[in-house]
């Protein structure tokens, strides 16, 4: 089941970031992944999270999780 998302998101970073630049050096490489990255974890909603960013997920998560702790 695991290998199917990062399947999916090793796809993605490559169609959409690697193939997408030329990179002029390691620190190059590296602040263009970093931006794709932040886009993709805060600004994308992806349909396996119910349309949430995965930022959002987490942030919702947790407050669901601190609710039903509350109700025990």
Known sequence: MQNGFVESFNGRLRDEC????LFRS???ARQIIEDWRIDYNLNR???SLGGLTPNEFAT?????HNMNRANL
Do not use: G, I
């Open 18 to 21: 690697l193939n997408e630049h």
């Open 26 to 28: 390691y620190r190059h």
């Open 45 to 47: 909603p992806h349909t």
């Open 60 to 64: 919702r998560s947790a407050t669901d």
